[in-house]
């Protein structure tokens, strides 16, 4: 990639950065009414909140790069929603279809999935080392509900669709299990060693590319199952728009999903509440959300 568009990046996050923690710090601080004017506790909003407004009160900023339906990057800064179009030095768009942030510098493809692990022969692999044997995959395969009690005189086939990692002691690894008289399962697994920390299944399809968040203590799914480093899993609200989850923000409130057309922000849910849906007018296909700063998170976390 050109330099210019490096450099139109290093100066966006901090240029746009700075604006976005300005506006941040002013909404808490201000009351929306002049220097000197009454208050009224009648005071009433004559309608539903705007996205504006909905992004301020959740408190969601940072600095977003994302490719349109054309793979024509953007950049976006929340939570003023300004767009612009990524230039390089002549000029001209900058093109990703996928694409990641390395050191302030914008790289094809992505890091942030399965690190070093691999599915070789059989097994997961770091390098030349033995992660998982598949002996190992097959004790997490029969948790699955409809194999627990499955014939064990008949082999099971597995078949890696995703992987991510806690550490290379901690893998998560989403599989396809299949083998005679039994149609294809689908399971999600969080290895301890070689003992099976926790499992999650899906009754939908497989769970495909799994992506960390920022700080590596949780685990996505494209469909928007959620893995904590602790064993817990948190399955997608119903309901949810055709798309892929493809990234969490910057402090692990909400889970990014896509579909071409629309950009969606899950929240996790909390107590007897639904999960929070927030959409952006944002037709993304890929995208990487920066923190304005490496600050305080606002507002909790998903739990661990």
């Known amino acids: 990639m050109k330099s210019g568009a490096t450099l139109f990046l290093v100066a966006a996050i901090a240029i746009l950065g700075a604006l976005a923690l300005a506006d941040a710090l002013r909404g808490k601080g201000d009351t929306g009414q002049a220097s000197g004017a009454p208050t009224s506790a009648t005071t009433s909003r004559a309608g539903p909140p705007t996205l504006l407004e909905t992004l301020r009160e959740e408190a969601i900023a940072g600095f977003v790069l994302y490719s349109d339906q054309d793979c024509r990057l953007h950049s976006l800064l929340l939570p003023r929603m300004v767009d612009d179009v990524v230039r390089n030095e002549g000029g001209g768009d900058v093109f990703r279809c996928r694409f990641d942030v390395d050191g302030g510098r914008i790289v094809t493809g992505h890091s942030r999935s399965a690190g070093t692990l691999a599915f070789r022969d059989g097994r997961i692999v770091s390098g030349n080392d033995v992660v998982l044997t598949h002996a190992d995959l097959v004790r997490a395969a029969r948790r699955h509900p409809n194999v627990y009690g499955f014939d064990r005189s008949i082999p099971l086939r597995i078949r890696v669709t995703g992987l991510a990692s806690f550490g290379v002691r901690e893998p998560v690894v989403a599989m396809a299990i299949s083998a005679r008289s039994l149609e294809p399962q689908y399971l999600v697994a969080l290895f301890d060693g070689h003992g099976v920390r926790t499992v999650a299944a899906s009754f939908?399809?497989?769970?495909?590319?799994?992506?960390?968040?920022?700080?590596?203590?949780?685990?996505?799914?494209?469909?928007?199952?959620?893995?904590?480093?602790?064993?817990?899993?948190?399955?997608?609200?119903?309901?949810?728009?055709?798309?892929?989850a493809i990234a969490f923000s910057p402090d692990d409130r909400w889970v990014v999903r896509v579909n071409g057309i629309s950009t969606f922000l899950v929240g996790a849910p909390e107590g007897d509440q639904a999960s929070r849906i927030i959409r952006l007018p944002i037709p993304a296909r890929d995208l990487v959300w920066e923190p304005v700063t490496s600050g305080t998170s606002v507002g909790p976390p998903i739990r661990r």
Do not use: H
Request: no cysteine; net charge positive; charged share 25%.
């Open 204 to 244: 939908r399809g497989p769970y495909r590319r799994l992506f960390t968040s920022n700080d590596g203590a949780l685990v996505g799914t494209e469909d928007g199952t959620v893995v904590t480093r602790t064993g817990r899993t948190i399955d997608p609200p119903q309901g949810l728009p055709a798309g892929r």
